[in-house]
């Protein structure tokens, strides 16, 4: 069945396989998508949305780059928003609401699509290993598959295990086996492993809803799209709605704690901090009598809702009973409950920034395998994992993003660097130059980058071209010319702004912070600049950015060139720290484990000092 060697095996179908087999493939390698059922390609597990918090700049991050994620979002996408508009760009995150049946089937036929790309469903049980290098793949028939790189993008199946309640049985996912056999062989082979736990909430009947009793959460007016292809914007858009718990329905859920897996001890493991299952958000903010529920459609025409907000795996009769103490929900009926599940993953301080493991040569790990929580996280790994494959193999130069390239290049970062105890979640926060890193301008950052490697095609530049000497012509066109007084002063006295005694640049007026571009589109030169040279509305954002926000980008600029200089120290490979004495014992043994490749690396990792680092600058002669 397998007689020819494959270039890239990815082991796993979730968002990190599907984007890893995609980017390899469309690079030119022969390429397998090996996984348990090809009816779940691109499943969302949990959650049916796309984006948030920084969370949309990596979608948008991998479209750039020329990943698929952003293409099937917009394909199956029901509602979207433009997250925190109210605060400044860097801030500003999409969201799309998806219709979870068709994203599926959008990645499905997406992938069938893509030259290069076979597929076979089987469970994978362990590794071909020859030396320190990978060679192939087991399944669970015995076959062996030959390829000269493996992805490994296991998700929550390695060794899966599903509590409701005082139950627990295997599982990867509510009706789909666990993932046995390639835990204990990479355990062998002298990796380190642990275990890991999400949840998900119940399912239900929205027929069965009361939803006058809710707030409706609709979309933007205006809404916006994630990919910088020419997908089309959304015509018409589902409702969301809003409901709340209660002290009522905090009681009742109380009532099945001495049956929760999460007290009574079943669950050993760590829990995503930032999405909290309902009874660990009452346990530990018992002064809150209230917490917000999210109630999110499934799709276009399906009755089947999602209940953001009340993670739980609490026993069955437990959470139906306190559901039905929510506003809205009292004649709720279930389509499943909601469950918590357990799973193996291997901490990411293993791999080298390309997302290749160090003990095994041509092995990548992404995803949940690293322990990371979310679907953007997972993809933009599998996106990482199947470039740098590809490229070992045709003997290129690793694609590594930095820190101030993208968020991507933080959360590979991070994960390298300082490795994670908790399922690891991205957030604005997490980036020194989120400033430089906005939703708006990712193709501007990547995707010539993208293009270099083989991945982004000639379209996307030429679209990345078009859009960025459109805004620099616009943004020239402020810093050069004049207004006067009495064309600018009416509309600045309608914002109770302070009016201009002579003429002055459009640039420094524009920079005003309650000046917006739509208060500049009422002057006739600007809109007639607009009209003659047809500036779209992502022109028009990424120009207003640049105006208002050009000396915070400026300075985050110089910021990122100082860290640049400690990035070009390199350490020499397989450097001996315990030669330097003056070296902390914590940071000795810190440097020793992860081996950074930079000094700037070096100083990231938690429990390395400024003196250490000092040390090691003196050592290589800086």
Not at 506 to 523: A, I, Y
């Amino acid at each position: 069945m397998f007689a020819e060697e494959y270039d890239v095996i990815v082991v796993g179908g979730g968002h990190a396989g599907a984007e890893a087999a995609a980017a390899a493939a469309n690079m030119g390698s022969k390429t397998l998508l090996i996984t348990m059922n090809l009816q779940t390609i691109g499943q969302m597990s949990c959650n049916p949305a796309m984006g948030g918090i920084a969370k949309g700049q990596i979608v948008r991050e991998i479209d750039a780059l020329g990943g698929y994620s952003g293409i099937v979002t917009d394909k199956s996408a029901i509602q979207f928003k433009m997250l925190n508009k109210s605060k400044g760009p860097a801030m500003w995150s999409p969201r799309a609401q998806n219709d979870r049946m068709r994203f599926a089937e959008e990645w499905r036929l997406m992938l069938e699509n893509t030259p290069n790309c076979d597929f076979y469903q089987e469970m994978v049980k362990g590794l071909l290993v020859e030396g320190d290098k990978v060679v192939g793949v087991r399944t669970s028939l015995g076959i062996d598959v030959k390829g000269r790189s493996v992805v490994l993008t296991n998700g929550t199946f390695l060794n899966g295990l599903i509590h409701i309640g005082d139950k627990q049985f295997g599982g990867g996912r509510a009706g789909e086996k666990a993932a046995t056999g390639i835990t204990e062989q990479l355990a062998d082979i002298g990796f380190e492993s642990g275990r890991m736990k999400t949840g998900t909430p119940p399912r239900v009947d929205g027929r069965s809803l009361d939803y006058s009793k809710m707030i409706v959460q609709p979309g933007d007016e205006r809404p916006e799209k994630f990919s910088y292809l020419e997908t089309q914007f959304l015509t018409k858009q589902r409702d969301c709605h809003m409901s709340h718990t209660s002290k009522v329905v905090h009681d009742l859920l109380r009532e099945g704690f001495d049956r929760s897996p999460m007290f009574n001890g079943r669950i050993k493991s760590i829990g995503p901090r930032y999405c909290p299952s309902i009874e660990d958000k009452i346990n530990r903010f018992a002064d809150k009598d209230s917490h917000q529920l999210f109630v999110e459609p499934e799709g276009w025409d399906t009755v089947e809702v999602y209940v953001n907000g009340f993670s739980t795996s609490l026993p069955e009769d437990v959470q139906f009973k306190a559901l039905c103490s929510v506003k809205g929900f009292e004649k709720v009926k279930f389509f499943r409950p909601g469950y918590a599940i357990e799973y193996d993953y291997f901490p990411p301080t293993q791999l080298k920034h390309t997302l290749e493991t160090k003990l095994i040569n041509n092995l990548y790990f992404a995803g949940q395998i690293n322990g990371t929580t979310g679907y953007e996280e997972a993809a933009s790994q599998g996106l990482m994992a199947g470039i740098n494959a590809h490229l070992k193999l045709n003997e290129k130069d690793p694609f590594i993003l930095k820190r101030d390239e993208a968020y991507i290049g933080v959360l590979i970062d991070d994960l390298i660097t300082k490795g994670t105890e908790e399922p690891y979640r991205m957030f604005t926060s997490r980036a020194e130059y989120r400033t430089l890193l906005r939703q708006d301008n990712a193709d501007l950052r990547l995707t010539p980058k993208g293009f270099d490697i083989g991945l982004a095609n000639e379209e996307r530049l030429k679209r990345m071209e078009t859009k960025k000497r459109n805004s620099d012509a616009f943004v020239n066109f402020f810093r050069e010319t004049s207004i006067l007084p009495e064309d600018i002063n009416p509309i600045l006295e309608s914002l109770e702004s302070a009016r201009v005694k002579q003429s002055d640049k459009m640039f420094k007026v524009f920079s005003r912070p309650k000046v917006t571009m739509d208060h500049m589109l009422q002057l006739e030169s600007v809109s007639s600049f607009v009209k003659e040279h047809d500036l779209d509305r992502e022109v028009l954002e990424q120009t207003e950015v640049q105006v208002k926000y050009s000396g915070y980008i400026a300075k985050e600029k110089t910021n990122a060139d100082k860290l640049h200089r400690l990035e070009n120290v390199k350490i020499p490979e397989n450097f001996d720290y315990s030669k330097l004495k003056s070296l902390s014992f914590e940071a000795r043994e810190k440097l020793k484990a992860i081996q950074p490749v930079t000094i700037s690396q070096a100083s990231r990792i938690s429990g390395v000092s400024p003196s250490d680092i000092s040390v090691l600058l003196v050592f290589l002669g800086r």
